[in-house]
């Protein structure tokens, strides 16, 4: 049976991702916080099996992914808090850091080792780290800095036959992304997330941005002069 190990399933993509694979027969192992949720996320299939931690404590990480066997990883948590009129706030973007980029790391630490050639390793960034966004300095940067993490670690993994996936969603309908005050272009499903994500992964892809119009254009958008960059961000979340 094949096995895939989610973290932040007690909620949004990462919960439609473990209900999904577990429809399609794989075993699920369901990681999150709220124990609560956890179980209520496994009473939609016996093949989820709830796994309660907090990502960002490493000892914590560690002992509770001991021993812990997958195929496929898909590290979903993640966090967003807003830097409001430029103020730096070193809280909050610890916060941020500390949930979108050291819980992955300390999972990638816990897990690794234990991977066998074959495996896959999912890495759930943002398309956000592709211009800058106003007051989402925090969020932007935790998710460049996973990004960069994923590429260069597919480049040092390919020794093991460990496969890295990038996974670079839009604006997708979640409990995080209801709390924007902006507008939110060609924003899709969980479901809909899902669904890209699933296929994307079955076929190997080694990056997955969604939904594709939305990020070809900001890809697009990337590649011209800073302060063009600069207009455009503004005028997309007004």
Known sequence: MRRVLITGAS??????LAQD???EGWEVTACGRDG???DAVAGHSPLIVPLSFDITDLAQTRQALQGVQADLVILCAGTCEYL????????????????????????????????????????????????????????????AALAYLARSLSVDLMSRNIHISLIQPGFVDTPLTSRN??????????????????????????????????????????????????????????
């Open 11 to 16: 909620s949004g993509i990462g919960q439609q």
């Open 21 to 23: 694979y577990a429809d």
């Open 36 to 38: 609560g949720k956890l």
């Open 84 to 143: 409001d009129n430029g103020v730096v706030e070193a809280e909050k973007v610890a916060r941020v850091i500390n949930t979108n980029f050291m819980g992955p790391v300390n999972c990638l630490d816990a897990l690794l080792p234990g991977l066998a050639p074959g495996s896959r390793v999912a890495l759930v960034g943002s398309t956000a780290s592709l211009l800058p966004f106003p007051r989402a300095e925090a969020y932007g940067a935790s998710k």
């Open 181 to 238: 005050d902006f507008p939110m272009p060609m924003m899709v499903t969980v479901t809909q997330a899902s669904a890209h994500i699933r296929k994307k992964l079955a076929h190997g892809a080694s990056e997955i941005a969604f939904p594709p119009l939305f990020a070809h254009l900001l890809k697009a958008a990337a590649l011209l002069p800073v302060g063009v960059q600069k207009w455009l961000s503004r005028k997309m979340v007004r």
